[in-house]
C-alpha cells in the first residue's frame, strides 16, 4: 500500500491560481494511473483529472482549459495546477493512486475555498 500526501490548498480570491501536490511513497510510474477528485459539502465526490502511466490526460468538462495534471516521476509526485478558479471550485481535493491490479489508494485530502 503507497502513502500518497497532498498539500498546497488553501484560501485563493476568484481567478486566482493554486498548485496541489501529491507525493507518494513508492513509485507512482508502477501505478496504472494517478487521479485527482475532489468533493464539495453535500456533494459526491468526483473525477477531476488523470494521468496515466504513458502519460495521457483527462479531464472534467468543468475544468478543462484551467487546470493541468503533471507528474514527476522521480520525485512521485503528482500535480495539479489550478488557475483562473472559482467559487465552485471549492472543494477538498483527494489524490487517488490506481494500481494495474485495480487497487486503489486515497491520500487524506486538502482543502481548497476559493472566496473573495
Known amino acids: 500500500q503507497v502513502q500518497l500526501v497532498e498539500s498546497g490548498g488553501g484560501l485563493v480570491q476568484p481567478g486566482g491560481s493554486l498548485r496541489l501536490s501529491c507525493a507518494a511513497s513508492?513509485?507512482?510510474?508502477?501505478?496504472?494511473?494517478m487521479k485527482w477528485y475532489r468533493q464539495a459539502p453535500g456533494d459526491q465526490r468526483e473525477l477531476v483529472a488523470v494521468?496515466?502511466?504513458?502519460?495521457?490526460?483527462t479531464y472534467a468538462d468543468s475544468v478543462r482549459g484551467r487546470f493541468t495534471i503533471t507528474r514527476d516521476n522521480a520525485k512521485n509526485t503528482v500535480y495539479l495546477q489550478m488557475n483562473n478558479l472559482k467559487p465552485e471550485d471549492t472543494a477538498v481535493y483527494y489524490c487517488?493512486?490506481?494500481?494495474?491490479?485495480?487497487?486503489?489508494?486515497w491520500g487524506q485530502g486538502t482543502q481548497v475555498t476559493v472566496s473573495s
Open positions: 513508492g513509485s507512482i510510474f508502477s501505478f496504472a494511473a
Open positions: 487517488n493512486a490506481q494500481r494495474w491490479s485495480g487497487g486503489v489508494d
Open positions: 494521468i496515466r502511466s504513458g502519460g495521457t490526460t
